[in-house]
């Protein structure tokens, strides 16, 4: 039987109600014994970490995550308010929106893709990664201890490539979609609290920010524009009988935009 700290203990009760009571005995072993193993944290280097390297029956560790039925957006929503609890329990809750690679190789890996390597590119020079895309979200907190504000990963969507809905005859997503999504569902998940998206500027996408806005309880989504972004305020009213034929107007009036050969203007008493 596994002995844990009652802390431990107590973090991982709140995820036995997802799983089969054989199941979670599992799972509690792979918890431990991934944050306990150092490189790779995969079942076998799980599994050695607990000198469990000679167990007959290893493929049960396998199972839970290709074959046991349990649902792992429930456990996102369990382990967001386990971090809320902790970390955030009043005030606005900041959550950070980012894209990430798994590198991964082998032809059963089917969801893989070939993207853009955010770590070996730079502005002047592409270079390309096969593996799996994911879509994450963090809560942003500061840590005591730390002197810094950590990522606290929650939330991850699988995003595959086009060709591979394609492949397949599905609807293809892009970021901005999953993206949507995932943030609609935290706020089922958080209806009364304030929440605020930091992303970069791949979700720059109109109809990102304006789904956020639209909602009952709005989210703020914090990202970055090009200097030269053309910004419009929102259409006016379509009239019920127009003087003359003309197709309704999409956009309002303009907002002054900046220019990248303006100086830019720094606050007095700062160099």
């Keep these: 039987m596994l002995s844990l700290p009652p802390e431990m203990g107590f973090a991982m009760a ?8 054989p199941v979670f005995r599992h799972v509690q072993v792979l918890l431990v014994d991934t944050l306990l193993a150092s490189g790779d944290r995969t ?9 469990l390297a000679q167990e007959r029956h290893f493929q049960t560790y396998h199972r839970v995550l290709n074959r046991a039925k349990w649902s792992s957006r429930e456990a996102a929503r369990i382990l967001l308010h386990l971090l809320i609890e902790t970390f955030v329990p009043r005030g606005p809750i900041v959550l950070g929106l980012d894209d990430t690679l798994e590198r991964h190789r082998g032809a059963k890996i089917a969801a893989k893709g070939i993207y853009r390597d955010p770590v070996r590119s ?14 994450c979200l963090m809560l942003l907190v500061p840590i005591p201890w730390a002197a810094g504000v950590w990522a606290l990963p929650f939330f991850m969507v699988l995003a595959p490539s ?15 979609d999953w993206a949507r999504q995932m943030l609609l569902q935290v706020r089922r998940w958080l209806p009364d609290r304030a929440l605020v998206v930091v992303a970069d500027s791949s979700y720059t996408v109109l109809a990102l920010p304006d789904a ?17 972004a053309a910004l419009y305020e929102p259409a006016p009213p379509r009239r019920t009988r127009p003087i003359r034929w003309a197709a309704p107007a999409v956009k309002g009036n303009g907002f002054p935009r900046c220019s990248s050969a303006s100086p830019i203007r720094r606050p007095p008493g700062r160099g």
Excluded at 14 to 21: E, K
Excluded at 162 to 176: F, I, M, N, P, V
């Design 14 to 21: 709140a995820f036995a109600p997802l799983f089969s009571q």
């Design 43 to 51: 079942v076998a280097a799980a599994l050695r970490v607990m000198g």
């Design 122 to 135: 730079s502005q002047s020079f592409f270079v390309k990664a096969s593996g799996l895309r994911w879509l």
């Design 162 to 176: 086009e060709r591979y809905h394609q492949e397949r005859g599905l609807r293809h997503k892009t970021l901005a």
């Design 212 to 228: 956020c806005a639209r909602l009952a309880h709005p989210i703020t989504m914090i990202t970055r524009l090009r200097l030269d």
